[in-house]
């Protein structure tokens, strides 16, 4: 089993920036790849951003050249730095974790999921 914690959700104005962290416990050597989606009040959970094992990174469009997602392997976290925050990426962020095959924006093919961190950007 893994375990997965996220950090770092907060209240904050559209333009500024939050650094989200996910740490990763238990059976982390059985997981390859890692994963950030978000919900918002009233609509399906979305993808936001994955990131490989090899450090490839897959991004929402919406979110591509504002979010970033990096992993450090040393202390099995996984972050995802946000800029240029807009009101429309509220929502509660969620960290997943996925041992073998796997598409990056698909959320079933994910075996751990965190409990989540709420993000809100007031306009």
């Known amino acids: 089993q893994v375990q997965l914690m996220e950090s770092g959700g907060d209240l904050v104005q559209a333009g500024g920036s939050l650094r989200l962290s996910c740490v990763g416990s238990?059976?982390?050597?059985?997981?390859?790849?890692m994963g950030w989606f978000r919900q918002a009040p009233g609509k399906e959970r979305e993808f936001v951003a994955a990131i490989s094992w090899s450090g490839r990174t897959y991004y929402l469009d919406s979110v591509k050249g504002r979010f970033t997602i990096s992993r450090d392997n040393a202390k099995n976290t996984v972050y995802l730095q946000m800029n240029s925050l807009k009101p429309d990426d509220t929502g509660v962020y969620y960290c997943?974790?996925?041992?073998?095959?796997?598409?990056?924006?698909?959320?079933?093919?994910?075996?751990?999921w965190g409990q989540g961190t709420q993000v809100t950007v007031s306009s």
């Open positions: 997943a974790a996925a041992g073998g095959r796997w598409t990056p924006s698909v959320d079933v093919r994910y075996d751990y």
């Open positions: 238990g059976s982390i050597f059985s997981i390859n790849s």
